[in-house]
């Protein structure tokens, strides 16, 4: 059932204004989303499921003989052949079923998820039912949209790899001249400046690489929103994230930090379960893996919501407008006379009307009121020719 609560209005936003409206967002019907993102990993981790067990059979084989892939090549290829089509074919399956998820399921919950955003900004919250309902015709609306995504997404990755690695080269390159000479000269404490030199390559090409990575943060917002897909979409996507391409990095940012400190307590617990005893150990890979699982959902909530807030906040900076717009539909019906107009349209007494203007009549009795004025001065001539 759809549950309505109040619009939430996107004026241009403050850092602060982003995340108060996506949490905003997000705590409309939490639960919807939850459920929504449950099944979908659901679903992906049954399609991953086959080429994972195929590979962990096949690792379990050779583990429980590690001397036969050796011995194999020079008792009999049977083996050899059995570990390397194994091998070979839980590669082909996970690949098969990256390629669904890329192709079906990305467009499927990408497409939903992101509709849902839309209309809870607009005061409306779908339940898990219904946004199911609308995943059946997600899949249509969004797949060219999707793979277009992916082409620019390849270009762009492209891109960055080529103009990354020819900054390293040139950097390692200059650095290497330096170290060259230093030595020349003697001076061999050179660990600390690569070592800083290499963190702030580090750090630029981060820089870089989520620069342009955002580009596309706006391709599914502009497809739900405006009469934009394919290829015109990653286009508006790049115009709209040019404009305010501070401010997206920025948030991107943010969000890939508290991502960063998740991962790295993830990893703390794995590393710290090999110390501890059995029971405590598989407690604690628990918990890491609950943790690891949050993780996920929530980048998989919060991200949707913060790039469709953030879409928002680009088109009221560079529209100038709101949104939802200040101007409801509803007083445009009570705002319109023409209902009224056909009182206005009434000929009928401007018809009656006109006998009035048969005044002209009326001033044809005007020369009659002369010739009656003239009428007493004919017996008076009389009377004078008889006085005569």
Known sequence: MLKTYPPLTVRPLTLRGVFGITNKL???????????????????????????????????????DPSAFSSSFSASGAEAF???????????????????????????????????MTARIYGQASSLGQMLRRSKYALKRF????????????????????VTGLLV????????????????????????????????????????SVAASSLLSFVFPAAVNEPVKNFAAVGRSIKLVWKRLGRVVGCMFILC??????????????????????????????????????????????????LTVLYFDARSRLE?????????????????PVVNAAPVAEPTPAADAQPTVEAAPAADVVPSVSITLDLPTAPEQGSESQEN
């Open 143 to 162: 797949f060219t949209t999707t793979l277009c995504n992916m082409v620019a997404a390849w270009g762009i990755s492209f891109a960055v790899s080529l």
């Open 26 to 64: 997000l705590r409309r019907r939490t639960g919807a989303l939850i459920g929504y993102y449950a099944l979908y990993f659901l679903f992906a981790l049954l399609l991953m499921a086959p080429g994972v067990l195929a590979m962990v059979f096949s690792g379990l084989a050779l583990d429980q």
């Open 257 to 306: 930090g508290i991502t960063l400190a998740v991962a790295l307590l993830f990893v703390a617990a794995m590393t710290a379960s090999e110390f501890l005893p059995t029971a405590a150990a598989v407690i604690v890979i628990v918990l890491a893996l609950v943790l690891y699982i949050g993780l996920i959902i929530f980048l998989s909530l919060y991200q949707p919501a913060m």
């Open 169 to 208: 080269g040139v950097v390692m390159v200059f650095a290497l001249f330096g170290s060259v000479f230093a030595i020349m000269e003697g001076n061999t404490a050179l660990g600390t400046g690569a070592i800083i030199a290499l963190v702030c390559i580090y750090l630029l090409v981060l820089a870089f």
């Open 82 to 116: 059995s570990l390397i089509t194994g091998f070979l074919g839980s590669m082909f399956l996970l690949f098969l079923a990256s390629l669904v998820l890329s192709l079906v399921f990305t467009p499927i919950a990408s497409g939903t998820v992101y509709s849902e």
């Open 320 to 336: 100038g407008t709101s949104f939802p717009p200040v101007v409801n539909a509803a007083p445009v019906y009570n705002a319109q």
